[in-house]
């Protein structure tokens, strides 16, 4: 079936053109995942709730990615990526606007629900067009750094917004203005079919190229990779969301300013991604991921060494190193998942995104009530678990890998191209 806003045909354009489009929609998501948390404190003002209470909103948001991310695999092939990917950003839209306007708790936590069932929806979407579009790690990791974009500007916006108004939650109108501009831009301008890049490979190319979806569901792999994906996500969503507090509670950093070092850290990941996406043909994915992950423990490490001591450096310190650390983690990973599971990626994405939601919903409401009960070292004492975890399920992922794959060692990098068809058929 083709997939279009319309079912009249078009011509061919070329894959770049779709990772552009890609760009600005995972642009606004990126928005999405950064907004909320500096503006914690706002909300808890203007709803009249503590901090925890309004700190479940970070749990609803990803509880709703996680409903998003797991019906987004299974519909891409049946409905087609781009129609599923204008459904997410009008949700998205939706929920952002009710999240701007929220005058009461339920009302926060619905608009975070939404916001996140359209968050999910366009992650796994987007992700899944713009591998099939270019193949490979690189576009992967340029997708993805623009999400790190969108994340650097929306704190930036809210911290300009506390310093201007006293009221960080005005900036938060920037996010449906830029996901209604990203949507025009999907419904007019993004091409309706795209020529795949590589030909199709044969059968026995891949490990999972043909199957189906029981067969996914059938690979220990993709359950060991769903778990790096729970330990991953609640580590960033712990860091994006409570940072702020982190530091205002720990080393007296002003509200401001703790919005502005998100930015920062969205920023030094972006880079990160920017810089993976020229390295990954160079280097492969086991490299990369290894000294990432050496990195994240060191910055986790540090950040408990700032709640220790109350000091400012060594809090930046690990802003930095996290920032930089955590960037080309997720796309990298994302790059082998499709590389092992070919045609199928979509339905081991969207299970694998879901996972990583379930841990951006439970473990940063943890860390919440740890900061309020039990104080700042208790919760980035807490932190440092997702890192380790990372690393220990990276040696099983690389093992596994390597036992289903013969010939294939640590530093192979991923297929390249998708796995025949055009983009926009299923």
């Not at 600005?24 to 901090?51: C, E, H, K, S």
């Not at 009008?90 to 939404?114: D, E, K």
Request: net charge positive; charged share 10%.
């Amino acid at each position: 079936m083709r997939d279009g806003m319309s079912d009249s045909p078009a011509p061919e354009a070329g894959p770049a053109r779709l990772v552009v489009v890609v760009c600005v929609a995972f642009f606004a998501a990126g928005m999405v995942a950064a907004v909320l948390g500096p503006a914690i404190p706002d909300f808890a003002r203007r709803t009249g709730a503590g901090t925890v209470a309004v700190g479940g909103a970070l749990t609803a948001l990803f509880a709703g990615a996680l409903t998003g991310q797991l019906g987004a695999g299974l519909l891409l092939r049946p409905i087609g990526q781009r129609r599923i990917l204008a459904a997410g950003m009008l949700v998205a839209l939706i929920g952002a606007s009710g999240l701007a306007s929220a005058a009461s708790l339920s009302t926060l936590l619905a608009a975070a629900g939404c916001l996140g069932l359209g968050f999910g929806t366009i992650t796994v979407a987007g992700n899944v067009l713009a591998a099939e579009a270019s193949g490979g790690a690189g576009p992967l990791n340029l997708v993805n750094a623009m999400f790190g974009v969108g994340a650097i500007v929306s704190p930036a916006l809210v911290s300009l917004s506390i310093v201007a108004l006293g009221d960080g939650i005005p900036a938060i109108w920037t996010v449906p203005a830029v996901l209604a501009a990203g949507l025009a831009l999907l419904v007019f301008r993004a091409p309706r079919k795209v020529a795949p890049t590589s030909p199709r490979p044969s059968t026995e190319s891949r490990m999972f190229a043909t199957g189906g979806a029981i067969r996914v569901l059938r690979a220990p792999l993709l359950y060991t990779i769903c778990g790096f994906a729970f330990a991953y996500v609640s580590f960033e969503a712990s860091i994006s969301g409570w940072m702020p507090t982190i530091l205002s509670r720990a080393a007296d950093v002003s509200t401001s300013m703790g919005a502005m070092v998100v930015s920062v850290f969205w920023f030094l990941m972006t880079a990160a991604r920017f810089i993976a996406a020229g390295a990954s043909g160079r280097y492969g994915p086991g490299t990369i991921l290894r000294v990432c992950l050496g990195g994240v423990i060191a910055g986790a490490g540090l950040l408990l060494a700032c709640a220790a001591t109350g000091s400012q450096l060594l809090g930046l310190a690990a802003v930095a190193l996290l920032g930089v650390s955590l960037g080309p983690v997720l796309p990298t990973m994302l790059s082998t998942l499709r590389a092992v599971f070919g045609r199928d990626a979509g339905v081991a994405t969207g299970i694998m995104l879901g996972f990583g939601s379930v841990g951006g919903a439970l473990v940063p409401l943890g860390v919440g009530a740890l900061i309020v009960n039990a104080g700042t070292l208790a919760a980035t004492a807490m932190m440092l678990l997702p890192p380790l975890a990372m690393a220990i399920l990276h040696v099983l992922i690389d093992r596994l890998t390597r036992a289903a794959r013969p010939g294939t060692g640590p530093e192979t990098g991923p297929a390249t191209g998708p796995v025949g068809g055009t983009c926009e058929q299923s």
